[in-house]
Nanobody, 126 residues
């Protein structure tokens, strides 16, 4: 059984920073890459960022490019999302996800991901 556990969400003001973490565990888990998605109130879930485990290639949604940074810790099977210059429109539940096979670039499609975390709330006040 594979588990993804997110942490680091919270309530911040516009312009502040937050760092989300997502730790993957499970006897059968093999890390090919991980991604972050978010669902804002009244909207569909959308891609935020992703990283390939081998090589570390990263991908970002245009809305977060230059403000968010995704990174990984191989030894801990953990992915991070550093979020700077947060805006009220970044308010959402953030989910991490992982595929169980080599993902196809740019790793934006939800159908590529087989495992999902429970989500962590990020609220940005103006």
């Amino acid at each position: 059984q594979v588990q993804l556990v997110e942490s680091g969400g919270g309530l911040v003001q516009a312009g502040d920073s937050l760092r989300l973490s997502c730790a993957a565990s499970g006897r059968t888990f093999k890390n090919y890459g991980m991604g972050w998605f978010r669902r804002a109130p009244g909207k569909e879930r959308e891609f935020v960022a992703a990283i390939r485990w081998s090589g570390g290639t990263t991908y970002y949604a245009d809305s977060v490019k230059g403000r968010f940074t995704i990174s990984r810790d191989n030894a801990k099977n953990t992915v991070y999302l550093q979020m700077n210059s947060l805006k009220p429109e970044d308010t959402a539940v953030y989910y991490c996800a992982a595929p169980n096979k080599f993902p196809i670039a740019p790793m934006t499609g939800e159908s590529q991901y087989d495992y999902w975390g429970q989500g962590t709330q990020v609220t940005v006040s103006s």
